[in-house]
C-alpha cells in the first residue's frame, strides 16, 4: 500500500498535550486524576466542551456552561482558568515540526485535523502551524469535531485522496476508531518519539533531526 498523505492532530501531537494540564490542574485542586476528561466525555455532544469545539459557543458562554457543569464534579474548578492554562502551556512541539517538513519535502501532503476553538491565543497559534500543512481542518470552523466521522470524510476530501492512502496520528484512540473504519492507517500517539520512529519506518523515511 502506498501512502500519499499524513494527516496530524494536533493537541498532544503537534502541540503538547492538553490532558497533562488538566492532570496538573486536577493535582492542584485535589480532584481525582482523569476527572476532568471523565466529565467531558460525560456531558456528551450536547456538553459545553462539544458545543465549544463546534464553534457554537463563545468563550463567555463556554465559561459559564463549563462551570455549571462543573460544579456537579468537584470544587473549585473554574473555566478561565483552566483555558489560560492549555492556551499557555500546549506549544508547538520541534521534533514534531521537523517531520512535517521531511514530509512533505519528499513529497507527501500533510493534513492537520485539530478539535479547537476560537480564541486569540488558538488563532495565534492556528496562524503559525497553517503553513506547515496542505490542508488544515478545524472543527470550531466546520461545525463537526471528532470523533465524527464526517469530520474525517471532509479532510480526505480536501486532500482528494482515499482514506487508504491516508496515516493519521491522534493521541485519543476514540478519535483513531472512526479513521480506522475508513480505512486509514493509524498511529496512537503517547511518546512523539516512539510515534515518529513508527511513521518513518512505515513512510520509510528519516523523521528526526
Not at 102 to 128: C, E, P, V, Y
Not at 137 to 150: C, F, Y
Not at 169 to 181: Q, S, V
Request: aromatic fraction near 6%; charged fraction near 25%; include cysteine.
Amino acid at each position: 500500500m502506498t501512502h500519499k498523505a499524513v494527516m496530524f492532530d494536533l493537541g498532544g501531537v503537534v502541540l503538547d498535550s492538553p490532558l497533562h494540564v488538566f492532570r496538573q490542574y486536577e493535582a492542584e485542586l485535589g480532584l481525582s486524576a482523569g476527572l476532568l476528561s471523565r466529565m467531558i466525555t460525560g456531558s456528551g455532544e450536547t456538553g459545553a466542551w462539544a458545543r465549544l469545539e463546534r464553534g457554537e459557543l463563545e468563550m463567555s458562554a463556554f465559561f459559564a456552561a463549563f462551570d455549571a457543569e462543573a460544579a456537579l464534579h468537584g470544587p473549585g474548578i473554574r473555566a478561565i482558568d483552566l483555558m489560560d492554562r492549555v492556551d499557555l502551556m500546549c506549544q508547538p512541539r520541534p521534533s514534531v515540526l521537523w517531520a512535517i517538513r521531511a514530509i512533505r519535502r519528499a513529497g507527501l501532503a500533510t493534513a492537520a485535523l485539530t478539535n479547537n476553538w476560537f480564541s486569540d491565543d488558538q488563532h495565534q497559534k492556528m496562524d503559525l502551524l497553517r503553513p506547515e500543512f496542505d490542508v488544515f481542518i478545524e472543527s470550531a470552523r466546520e461545525g463537526l469535531r471528532k470523533p465524527d466521522p464526517r469530520i474525517y470524510e471532509l479532510a480526505c476530501k480536501r486532500l482528494g485522496l482515499a482514506p487508504s492512502e491516508v496515516v493519521f496520528l491522534d493521541d485519543i484512540g476514540e478519535n483513531l476508531k472512526p479513521a480506522r473504519r475508513l480505512g486509514m492507517t493509524t498511529i496512537k500517539v503517547v511518546d512523539p518519539a516512539v510515534a515518529l520512529a513508527e511513521l518513518g519506518a512505515l513512510l520509510q523515511l528519516r523523521l528526526t533531526g
